[in-house]
């Protein structure tokens, strides 16, 4: 555990609510090594920002029971003091929140947004942090960042408000970036700017960096490691070669086949994922995908509706299915591949 910036074991976040508990993280584990790009992904509501925002210690305490481990650095988060978690955010571990427009206060400059998180963290005086701020916006490629530090957040476009969410993130050097959907309600010329400067960014600072997306092909592109996620828990860990070429469980398998391909055969339809996410009230019994899985009755007997599987193996490539290692590879080549119209290959 100590050669990983951040260990996650067994965690849990259940909020309390009229309606019951809300199991939305419900036994979550993986490690994240510096400079590494882990790319989180699932449906919405699977419990990616959750998880992530209680390593922040961003929930509420009175309507929230957190459990299980958050190593960061050697340090529990788990029940750390406010305090403590105060001193960590935004210097140590910072976030890229999904939309810059209401992340960002339209009262203050960008210039001034910027400043208060350097001073808050190194006590440095207003000049020095002014230009800090014109350093750090000069570093995520706002033009004239001398006059655009003393603008406020409506005169930036989308692209270049989420520009400036990732110059406030980083003006500390934090060892860990969370990124939130960092390139939703962009257009496809911004994203792909972003994406870059995050990757120039990382490569510059060695900073480590969780990615929260829905979005394979921005998984494809980023990330070293991919975590699916689904009804709160993992269901397949393993580096992004190994999950987008050969992908083990069946919602891996529906969440790629529902997103077109540049090699796939244009005559052929995407396949979505059908049915709703479950309820995290009360979840289905076994496995909480089974109500959706269209291989559920290959599996022997009833382990799909009354066991819920273990991730297997624990390190590597691994997914939670109770389908057979040879059921699923044979699944997936004759299948899954000429279902989705990718010639024998998963391309993300």
Same mark, same amino acid.
């Not at 992904?41 to 929230?64: D, Y």
């Not at 309600?185 to 600072?205: G, H, K, P, Y």
């Not at 919602?251 to 339809?269: A, T």
């Given at each position: 555990?100590?050669?990983?910036?951040?260990?996650?074991?067994?965690?849990?976040?259940?909020?309390?609510?009229?309606? !019951?508990?809300?199991?939305?993280?419900?036994?979550?584990?993986?490690?994240?090594?510096?400079?590494?790009?882990?790319?989180?992904?699932?449906?919405?509501?699977?419990?990616?920002?959750?998880?992530?925002?209680? $390593?922040?210690?961003?929930?509420?305490?009175?309507?929230?029971?957190?459990?299980?481990?958050?190593?960061?650095?050697?340090?529990?988060?788990?029940?750390?003091?406010?305090?403590?978690?105060?001193?960590?955010?935004?210097?140590?571990?910072?976030?890229?929140?999904?939309?810059?427009?209401?992340?960002?206060?339209?009262?203050?400059? $960008?210039?001034?947004?910027?400043?208060?998180?350097?001073?808050?963290?190194?006590?440095?005086?207003?000049?020095?942090?002014?230009?800090?701020?014109?350093?750090?916006?000069?570093?995520?490629? $706002?033009?004239?960042?001398?006059?655009?530090?003393?603008?406020?957040?409506?005169?930036?476009?989308?692209?270049?408000?989420?520009?400036?969410?990732?110059?406030?993130?980083?003006?500390?050097?934090?060892?860990?970036?969370?990124?939130?959907?960092?390139?939703?309600?962009?257009?496809?010329?911004?994203?792909?700017?972003?994406?870059?400067?995050?990757?120039?960014?990382?490569?510059?600072?060695?900073?480590?960096?969780?990615?929260?997306?829905?979005?394979?092909?921005?998984?494809?592109?980023?990330?070293?490691?991919?975590?699916?996620?689904?009804?709160?828990?993992?269901?397949?860990?393993?580096?992004?070669?190994?999950?987008?070429?050969?992908?083990?469980?069946?919602?891996?398998? !529906?969440?790629?086949?529902?997103?077109?391909?540049?090699?796939?055969?244009?005559?052929?339809?995407?396949?979505?994922?059908?049915?709703?996410?479950?309820?995290?009230?009360?979840?289905?019994?076994?496995?909480?995908?089974?109500?959706?899985?269209?291989?559920?009755?290959?599996?022997?007997?009833?382990?799909?509706?009354?066991?819920?599987?273990?991730?297997?193996?624990?390190?590597?490539?691994?997914?939670?299915?109770?389908?057979?290692?040879?059921?699923?590879?044979?699944?997936?080549?004759?299948? $899954?591949?000429?279902?989705?119209?990718?010639?024998?290959?998963?391309?993300?």
């Amino acid at each position: 555990m100590n050669d990983f910036l951040l260990s996650v074991r067994d965690l849990k976040v259940h909020f309390a609510t009229e309606d !019951g508990v809300v199991k939305a993280v419900d036994g979550l584990s993986y490690d994240l090594a510096k400079g590494r790009t882990l790319g989180i992904v699932g449906e919405s509501g699977s419990g990616k920002s959750v998880s992530n925002l209680a $390593i922040l210690g961003l929930h509420n305490p009175e309507k929230t029971t957190t459990g299980g481990e958050i190593v960061f650095n050697g340090q529990q988060l788990v029940g750390a003091k406010e305090q403590t978690l105060r001193k960590l955010r935004g210097n140590d571990i910072s976030m890229i929140f999904q939309d810059p427009l209401t992340s960002l206060s339209p009262f203050y400059t $960008i210039g001034e947004q910027i400043a208060e998180t350097y001073r808050r963290h190194t006590g440095a005086n207003k000049k020095q942090a002014r230009e800090r701020a014109v350093e750090m916006l000069k570093k995520v490629g $706002i033009p004239q960042p001398d006059r655009r530090v003393d603008e406020y957040p409506h005169q930036f476009s989308g692209g270049m408000r989420q520009r400036a969410m990732i110059a406030i993130a980083l003006c500390c050097d934090p060892a860990l970036l969370i990124a939130d959907e960092p390139t939703t309600a962009l257009d496809v010329t911004v994203q792909a700017q972003i994406l870059d400067l995050l990757r120039e960014l990382q490569s510059e600072f060695n900073t480590a960096i969780i990615l929260i997306t829905h979005d394979m092909g921005v998984v494809a592109q980023m990330a070293d490691d991919v975590l699916v996620m689904y009804a709160g828990r993992c269901v397949e860990r393993g580096t992004v070669r190994e999950v987008l070429k050969a992908p083990q469980h069946p919602y891996s398998w !529906g969440l790629l086949s529902s997103i077109p391909h540049l090699s796939g055969d244009v005559d052929v339809p995407l396949v979505p994922v059908r049915g709703t996410p479950p309820s995290l009230i009360d979840p289905p019994p076994g496995c909480p995908f089974n109500p959706r899985c269209d291989f559920a009755g290959r599996v022997p007997g009833e382990l799909c509706t009354t066991e819920r599987p273990a991730l297997v193996p624990a390190d590597g490539h691994g997914s939670a299915c109770h389908l057979s290692i040879s059921d699923k590879q044979v699944i997936f080549t004759e299948e $899954i591949l000429p279902k989705a119209g990718l010639g024998g290959t998963a391309h993300a």
